[in-house]
């Protein structure tokens, strides 16, 4: 059974940082691209940034390039999510998602995690 676990999430003040982790089983972690989507509320979902199965891919949406960094070890079956600079519009759920490649498309994605809530008060 394929899991993905968000974790990490919470209430910031406008301008601070948080780290996602999203822990996977059941699946070949260092055979999908990954990628991290948020869905503000009211809003339809909106892809934030993707890797590619070694890393060395990258994608990200322009609303949230150079304040975030998605990251992976394959090691430990983990991705990651950087955010610094965090503004109150970035406030949403925050899923990670596994998929055959790399894409900013959520239709690409096969699995998907739950999610975890991120508040960024101003």
């Known amino acids: 059974q394929v899991q993905l676990v968000e974790s990490g999430g919470g209430l910031v003040q406008a301008g601070g940082s948080l780290r996602l982790s999203c822990t996977t089983s059941g699946l070949k972690f260092s055979r999908y691209s990954m990628g991290w989507f948020r869905r503000a509320h009211g809003k339809e979902r909106e892809f934030a940034a993707a890797?590619?199965?070694?890393?060395?891919?990258?994608y990200y949406a322009d609303s949230v390039k150079g304040r975030f960094t998605i990251s992976r070890d394959n090691a430990r079956n983990t991705l990651y999510l950087q955010m610094n600079s965090l503004n109150p519009e970035d406030t949403a759920v925050y899923s990670c998602a596994a998929a055959p490649i790399i894409s900013s498309q959520a239709h690409t994605y096969i699995y998907w995690g739950q999610g975890t809530q991120v508040t960024v008060s101003s």
């Open positions: 890797i590619s199965r070694n890393g060395g891919n990258i």
